[in-house]
């Protein structure tokens, strides 16, 4: 296990430690920017640009909280830690905002071109309402795959640092996706899947492991 080796001095000490550098660089208030905003909270940071200003935000979150839990295993980093329970704090607090097990990043681009919250996707999914055009599902970015992140995210929290919010906040998260798939039939789930398929199944699986 991770816990149980450290590092002597070396190059691939010096390599964590650059990298360690390089995590505490980042803003999580940044990461959350949209998931606030979405759930009628306000953002405490500004939304960090690429991808996190197109409709694939809040993908990064859960690599960022897989790599600080990791960084936490393999070194003891207090700092790391710390900022995984701040953000899964944030994220409990949207998850209740929005009421229903939802919480996201992620956005949509109408066909007008205004880019709006991508929740709005799901209810159009649910009416079977499904438009896939390669990676692009009613108009937002993958959102599965952007799920998938934030699962593995939030299994390696828990796994690495012990945080009790992190499961349950994944358990509500699985029940608001089981409604969404629970009123399609099977040739829509199919067609759910033209978009992306894979990640998410990995996520279900770990969940009820």
Same mark, same amino acid.
């Given at each position: 296990p991770l816990t149980d080796i450290r590092l002597l001095p070396s190059h691939f000490l010096d390599a964590v430690e650059a990298n360690r550098r390089y995590l505490m660089s980042i803003e999580p208030d940044r990461l959350l920017h949209n998931y606030r905003k979405f759930a009628g909270l306000e953002p405490k940071g500004e939304i960090y640009g690429g991808w996190e200003s197109d409709t694939i935000a809040g993908e990064a979150l859960g690599h960022y909280l897989s790599a600080l839990s990791l960084m936490h295993a393999q070194t003891g980093d207090a700092e790391s830690a710390q900022r995984i329970h701040l953000i899964i704090d944030e994220l409990a607090e949207v998850q209740a905002a929005h009421g229903d097990g939802y919480v996201a990043g992620f956005m949509r681009r109408r066909p007008s071109g205004e880019i709006v919250d991508g929740k709005e996707i799901f209810p159009e999914i649910m009416r079977g309402e499904i438009r896939s055009a390669g990676f692009d599902l009613n108009g937002s970015w993958v959102p599965f795959y952007n799920?998938?992140?934030?699962? /593995? +995210?939030?299994? =390696?929290?828990?796994?690495?640092?012990?945080?009790?919010?992190?499961?349950?906040?994944?358990?509500?998260? /699985? +029940?608001?996706? =089981?409604?969404?798939f629970a009123a399609l039939d099977d040739r829509q789930v199919q067609t759910v899947l033209d978009c992306e398929h894979g990640g998410i199944n990995e996520s279900f699986a770990e969940l009820y492991t």
């Open positions: 799920w998938h992140k934030l699962f /593995a +995210g939030l299994f =390696d929290a828990q796994t690495y640092t012990g945080n009790a919010k992190a499961l349950p906040i994944a358990v509500a998260l /699985a +029940g608001y996706i =089981d409604k969404v």
